[in-house]
């Protein structure tokens, strides 16, 4: 039989002793303090005021001409604007949620890991807002590619612990702030940042941000019709899983998860882990990780570092293998090229991550509408902004 | 009798405490490994760990970290280290045990390993982020092998988990008894020591729970640590795992020489500590 928290095969919870006292509190949090009227009151109100939810949807006109100039594959294409989040991302739908739940639980210190930085950014922000001390855990190769964020963050008062090991990524920052959490466990909540990680945060992270798909769906409603696919970017997979859950009972409705191919599927320098991992076990989960024959963690590349990570949640890991939802992915170079494609055509700047389900959109769109026999209606979590991205995206010639 | 049982009762028979002694295997090389572990044995350890090095260690600190890093960089994976183990095993009798990590155990195949660590001469296998409750598909695995899976408790684990640790660990039919690992502080391998004394009592309820061995590890850096941590020769643990320690100890030495002569006079001073009357 298999323990709590899984997703089929995947999931549980395989973590050092010492923290499976510290995940089942949390876990008893999960259950009796977030469904509460009060806590949910308090949460949506903060989404409210505070977060500018709901989030609106944007109908992108040109971008999908300029994919699709003969109008065969695209029939609408519908942009769910978390870009538009108080910090320019999805992330703080979970950070404040997690934030509010430590809270709860009379937790005294924060910590958390990021990649991007938008994960320590709205952490650090929903720390500040709840008065809360907060230190952050960050590669130090992303602290350099995502600077802008390492300053709002230390702006908003919290502190950035530079990682040296391994890649100097986002996987080397879940280690440190594992480490960290096993040692000071008892007065310390980690808020980790995607639907990744042992049990129960894969669930608790999918429930803070399925209101992005939830919303969503609603809004495709009100506007006459369900979207025939829905078109996310997958790093540990919380913007995706926020999406697809809501429509994961329309059968209609194809889900699309797109990962970085880095370099090339190929090539050793990708974070491609549904298409190119294997079954493993990664900072408490069992799930696809990117690992050699002796099962040695290798390490990621992308150029978004919120998708540089080896591993993905393992709710993916089912929907892959149930075949629910389809897992593609899109190279650096695509994205480059994709996020100044959207700049150019609407008028938004979208994350590095981001552009990666942008740079996926054409090929998905022109499947989806051959199997349909008609153009498709495409929805896309536009999970964030770029300016964190600015110095990479111009350097690449995307100023140009 | 299983090897890693018989030792116990002899230990416990003669009055002493065991010493356990925990070496990155691969650290600094595959070959080292080996006489390293022979260097321990002679010096007065009782059991040995031997390590896998992992890729992410997120129960390990900064020294043991490094060991690991040096050790994949020299060629050393889990069938490696069970070469190595079965060296040691022609050469002596000491109950081994294999520490590693989930993943390597998971992508060779939970089987595999078991019938590799069996037909290499080890007695258990100990793996840090496998709680009872997921470790159930190891366990049978080991057991069919004849061989233990050695639970972990920590200064966390409340009343109720430690029954549920001990339920889900009870030894399987035709594996050792083997023996229970308690952590003695809430933080990574190489943190500074807390309360070794406490550690030393609440291992003594632990072995009251459990109805079996119990080894204090986590912070034991010293002859005098080593003592307060194994408590009372008619109390305490049954023993103490050494390893940061030793693991820095190898790093800072310049030769090979050096390393083994390092290995003998820290494992000797361990010895002659854990030896002496209350
Ligand atoms: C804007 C944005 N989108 C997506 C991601 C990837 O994370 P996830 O897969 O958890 O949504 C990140 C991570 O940093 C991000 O900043």
């Known amino acids: 039989m298999l323990g709590a928290g899984y997703f089929g095969p995947f999931g549980g919870r395989f973590v050092a002793e010492t923290l499976v006292p510290a995940l089942e509190e949390l876990d008893r949090a999960r259950q009796d303090v977030l469904p509460t009227p009060a806590f949910q009151g308090e949460l949506h109100e903060l989404l409210r005021s505070y977060v500018g939810r709901p989030t609106p949807l944007t109908e992108a006109k040109r971008l999908a001409r300029r994919i699709d100039p003969d109008g065969d594959a695209i029939a609408e294409l519908l942009l769910k604007r978390e870009d538009l989040c108080h910090t320019g991302a999805h992330k703080i739908n979970n950070a404040l949620g997690q934030l509010l739940l430590a809270k709860a639980m009379g937790k005294t210190r924060i910590i958390a890991e990021t990649g991007a930085g938008q994960h320590g950014v709205a952490t650090a922000t929903a720390a500040a807002l709840l008065g809360l001390p907060c230190e952050v855990y960050q590669g130090a190769l992303d602290m350099e590619r995502q600077a802008p964020n390492v300053a709002r963050m230390r702006l908003l008062g919290a502190r950035v612990v530079p990682v040296e090991s391994g890649s100097r990524t986002l996987k080397d920052a879940m280690n440190e702030a594992l480490r960290d959490w096993v040692t000071n466990v008892r007065t310390t909540y980690y808020c980790v940042g995607s639907a990744a990680g042992p049990h129960p945060y894969p669930t608790l992270v999918a429930s803070l941000q399925r209101i992005i798909g939830d919303e969503a769906r609603a809004s495709c409603l009100d506007r006459g019709a369900l979207p025939d696919a829905v078109v996310a970017c997958v790093g540990g997979g919380s913007n995706a899983i926020g999406i697809f859950k809501a429509f994961e009972g329309d059968t209609s409705v194809s889900l699309y998860g797109v990962e970085a191919a880095g370099l090339g599927l190929d090539t050793d320098k990708h974070a491609a882990t549904l298409s190119r991992g294997r079954v493993g076990v990664l900072h408490g989960a069992k799930t696809y990780v990117l690992c050699d024959d002796a099962g040695q963690v290798i390490e990621a590349h992308s150029v978004s570092a919120g998708l540089d990570y080896p591993g993905v949640g393992p709710e993916h890991a089912r929907l892959r293998d149930t075949g629910r939802a389809t897992y593609v992915s899109a190279t650096d170079t695509e994205a480059l090229d994709a996020a100044r494609e959207v700049a150019r055509a609407e008028g938004i700047v979208v994350a590095l991550e981001t552009a990666h389900a942008f740079a996926a959109l054409g090929a998905i769109a022109r499947r989806e509408a051959e199997a349909r026999g008609r153009p498709a209606r495409m929805l896309v979590c536009l999970s964030g902004r770029g300016d964190k991205d600015l110095d990479t995206i111009t350097a690449y010639g995307g100023g140009k | ?278």
């Open chain 2, 1 to 278: 009798m299983h090897r890693i049982d018989q030792r116990f009762v002899e230990l416990r028979r003669a009055g002493r405490k065991a010493l356990c002694v925990y070496l990155c295997v691969g650290d600094p090389s595959l070959e080292a490994s080996g006489f390293l572990a022979l260097e321990a044995i002679d010096a007065g350890a009782d059991l040995l760990e031997l390590g896998v090095p992992f890729s992410d260690p997120t129960a390990d600190g900064p020294t043991l970290a490094r060991a690991a890093q040096r050790a994949i960089a020299a060629g050393a994976t889990l069938e490696r280290v069970l070469d190595v183990a079965s060296r040691v095993r022609a050469r002596s009798e000491v109950p081994l045990v294999l520490f590693t990590y989930y993943n390597p155990v998971l992508v060779v195949g939970e089987a595999k390993v078991a019938r590799l660590a069996r037909a290499a001469g080890v007695d258990a296998l100990l793996v840090v982020d496998l709680p009872p409750e997921e470790a159930a598909p190891l366990r049978d695995a080991c057991a069919a092998e004849g061989l233990g899976v050695v639970p972990l408790v920590s200064p966390t684990s409340h009343a109720a988990r430690i029954e549920a640790i001990r339920r889900a660990s009870t030894p399987l039919d035709g594996a050792p008894r083997a023996f229970v690992y308690s952590i003695s502080m809430t933080g990574v391998t190489g943190a500074s020591p807390s309360d070794l004394a406490a550690a030393a009592r609440d291992a003594e309820g632990m072995r009251r729970a459990f109805d079996r061995p119990v080894l204090v590890g986590f912070g034991i850096d010293s002859g005098a640590s080593a003592k307060l941590a194994a408590g009372e020769v008619s109390g305490g643990a049954d023993g103490v795992v050494v390893g940061t320690a030793l693991a820095r100890r190898i790093e800072q030495a310049a030769s090979g020489d050096e390393q083994r002569r390092a290995v003998r006079t820290f494992v000797g001073e361990l010895r002659r500590a854990l030896d002496l009357p209350d």
